[in-house]
């Protein structure tokens, strides 16, 4: 089935490059492989289930945005349950009705095609903004209209005809609010809401933390919260993100603390920094400092630090801090739903030696008995059990927290997560330590892994 489902423009090489992949397992067999591999590319290509939102509890609570949240127009029509979790007050979790057929739906003379990255982004519960938009066949404003995506790029932009290509993809439909015209003034991509989303495929509302409150909610994916969880930064930590933009989890952290201690946020990409202050600013966050600097050379090793923690700016003292969170750059292969995905084999290894690089910075900043929790978006073993497996190797210090036991305390039973897979170096006693949210589980793939350092 893998070799059939075209869901990368380097289709066959990744497919083998998967298949290695998954064959570090221990004790797996060729059947198993193609099997998970058949799962996954499935699984890949729908939208998770569940929408969740992350309520800032700096500046409201949940039973508040709940209560918003039923006012909003059509909100009971677009979800089968919405849900707070006791455990974790700052989760807002809603579920996606049952999922459409496309018979069901196509019954509108006029029909749009937008590219595959904006496809994604209705399947998940996004409207449709021009700069997507790559044809439109006509309408009138407040006209309904099927939407397609153009899942291989072949489509010119201002296509005028109907769409007829095998890759078309139907996402479902909408009401046009803006003209062809406008959409494609004099050949230039129009700006602002197109077309209002009705239904979908996936089920899941439109739903935007743009319908709320400024600073009063995040639209954040289930795993990534649950990252900033695993952390557990307390009021009087000093906590390092290592890798922050565009700044999600570092708001998320800031809650936790209470606004107190102090994190340090660093992003490389300068053009990213603004955006970071601004998320910051917006949320209330008063206990963080964002600093644009290359964390792989954020260890200053011509001074150590003698219980001097004044200078809180990179390079940093060895041994500065108590929580560090290594989000790193991954190959964003738990994305779902991905349409289209047009990475590279060349691509996809070399993460690998750019994620070692951090981690070894991770390790000597962290103080002894601090916790580094390193995570990705991605499922590959390579860039994750291979990344846990050397670590142990070569950092005799670290030792595993048991995240999955953190998990489970959260009482989230209705939300399963699995372990991490055995593989060399790393035995099934160690590998049930880590949080794998892949086709197993009804969200995005993530995976999570937390270490603490000893003396």
Same mark, same amino acid.
């Given at each position: 089935?893998?070799?059939?489902? #075209?869901?990368?423009?380097?289709?066959?090489?990744?497919?083998?490059?998967?298949?290695?992949?998954?064959?570090?397992?221990?004790?797996?067999?060729?059947?198993?492989?193609?099997?998970?591999?058949?799962?996954?590319?499935?699984?890949?290509?729908?939208?998770?289930?569940?929408?969740?939102?992350?309520?800032?509890?700096? !500046?409201?609570?949940?039973?508040? /945005?709940?209560?918003?949240?039923?006012?909003?127009?059509?909100?009971?029509?677009?979800?089968?349950?919405?849900?707070?979790?006791? $455990?974790?007050?700052?989760?807002?979790?809603?579920?996606?009705?049952?999922?459409?057929?496309? $018979?069901?739906?196509?019954?509108?003379?006029?029909?749009?095609?937008?590219?595959?990255?904006?496809?994604?982004?209705?399947?998940?519960?996004?409207?449709?903004?021009?700069?997507?938009?790559?044809?439109?066949? %006509?309408?009138?404003?407040?006209?309904?209209?099927?939407?397609?995506?153009?899942?291989?790029?072949?489509?010119?932009?201002?296509?005028?005809?109907?769409?007829?290509?095998?890759?078309?993809?139907?996402?479902?439909?909408?009401?046009?609010?803006?003209?062809?015209?406008?959409?494609?003034?004099?050949?230039?991509?129009?700006?602002? !809401?197109? *077309?209002?989303? *009705?239904?979908?495929?996936?089920?899941?509302?439109?739903?935007?933390?743009?319908?709320?409150?400024?600073?009063?909610?995040?639209?954040?994916?289930?795993?990534?919260?649950? #990252?900033?969880?695993?952390?557990?930064?307390?009021?009087?930590?000093?906590?390092?993100?290592?890798?922050?933009?565009?700044?999600?989890?570092?708001?998320?952290?800031?809650?936790?603390?209470?606004?107190?201690?102090?994190?340090?946020?660093?992003?490389? *990409?300068?053009?990213?920094?603004?955006?970071? $202050?601004?998320?910051?600013?917006?949320?209330?966050?008063?206990?963080?400092? *964002?600093?644009?600097?290359?964390?792989?050379?954020?260890?200053?090793?011509?001074?150590?630090?003698?219980?001097?923690?004044?200078?809180?700016?990179?390079?940093?003292?060895?041994?500065?801090?108590?929580?560090?969170?290594?989000?790193?750059?991954?190959?964003?292969? %738990?994305?779902?739903?991905?349409?289209?995905?047009?990475?590279?084999?060349?691509?996809?290894?070399?993460?690998?030696?750019?994620?070692?690089?951090?981690?070894?910075?991770?390790?000597?900043?962290?103080?002894?008995?601090?916790?580094?929790?390193?995570?990705?978006?991605?499922?590959? /073993?390579?860039?994750?059990?291979?990344?846990?497996?050397?670590?142990?190797?070569?950092?005799?210090?670290?030792?595993?927290?048991?995240?999955?036991?953190?998990?489970?305390?959260?009482?989230?039973?209705?939300?399963?997560?699995?372990?991490?897979?055995?593989?060399?170096?790393?035995?099934?006693?160690?590998?049930?330590?880590?949080?794998?949210? %892949?086709?197993?589980?009804?969200?995005?793939?993530?995976?999570?892994?937390?270490?603490?350092?000893?003396?």
């Amino acid at each position: 089935m893998c070799q059939e489902t #075209c869901l990368f423009k380097h289709q066959q090489s990744i497919v083998d490059e998967l298949k290695q992949d998954l064959k570090k397992i221990t004790e797996i067999d060729d059947v198993d492989v193609e099997k998970k591999l058949n799962d996954l590319f499935e699984w890949l290509q729908i939208s998770p289930k569940i929408t969740t939102f992350r309520v800032n509890t700096l !500046l409201t609570d949940a039973d508040k /945005i709940l209560t918003m949240l039923l006012n909003l127009k059509n909100i009971n029509k677009s979800l089968s349950s919405i849900s707070i979790e006791s $455990k974790l007050p700052e989760l807002i979790i809603i579920e996606a009705k049952k999922c459409h057929q496309e $018979k069901e739906m196509i019954n509108h003379d006029n029909e749009a095609v937008v590219d595959a990255a904006c496809g994604a982004a209705v399947l998940r519960g996004s409207h449709v903004f021009a700069p997507g938009i790559m044809g439109l066949t %006509g309408g009138n404003i407040n006209d309904k209209i099927n939407l397609y995506a153009d899942i291989t790029g072949l489509s010119k932009k201002g296509f005028i005809k109907k769409y007829d290509n095998d890759s078309k993809k139907y996402l479902g439909y909408g009401i046009l609010r803006q003209t062809r015209n406008e959409i494609f003034h004099e050949g230039n991509c129009g700006t602002g !809401l197109a *077309i209002e989303m *009705i239904e979908t495929i996936s089920g899941l509302p439109q739903l935007n933390e743009t319908d709320l409150p400024d600073g009063f909610v995040l639209l954040q994916n289930f795993p990534s919260i649950i #990252c900033s969880r695993i952390v557990d930064p307390q009021p009087d930590d000093i906590v390092l993100d290592m890798c922050a933009a565009p700044g999600n989890k570092t708001t998320h952290l800031s809650a936790l603390m209470k606004n107190k201690g102090k994190i340090i946020a660093m992003e490389k *990409i300068k053009s990213k920094i603004s955006k970071m $202050k601004n998320n910051c600013q917006k949320f209330g966050c008063k206990n963080v400092d *964002i600093f644009c600097f290359d964390a792989t050379k954020s260890v200053n090793n011509q001074i150590t630090n003698e219980n001097n923690n004044s200078l809180l700016e990179p390079p940093f003292f060895k041994q500065t801090f108590d929580k560090i969170l290594l989000d790193g750059p991954c190959s964003v292969l %738990g994305k779902r739903p991905q349409l289209f995905n047009k990475i590279t084999c060349k691509e996809l290894r070399a993460i690998v030696p750019l994620q070692k690089k951090l981690f070894t910075s991770a390790v000597e900043l962290l103080k002894d008995g601090g916790t580094l929790v390193y995570s990705t978006c991605t499922i590959t /073993i390579a860039e994750n059990e291979e990344i846990v497996a050397w670590a142990l190797k070569n950092f005799p210090c670290l030792k595993l927290n048991p995240a999955r036991q953190q998990y489970d305390s959260f009482n989230l039973e209705k939300y399963p997560v699995s372990s991490g897979y055995p593989i060399e170096d790393l035995p099934s006693n160690l590998a049930d330590n880590l949080l794998r949210f %892949g086709s197993e589980n009804n969200t995005v793939g993530f995976f999570i892994a937390s270490f603490k350092k000893n003396t």
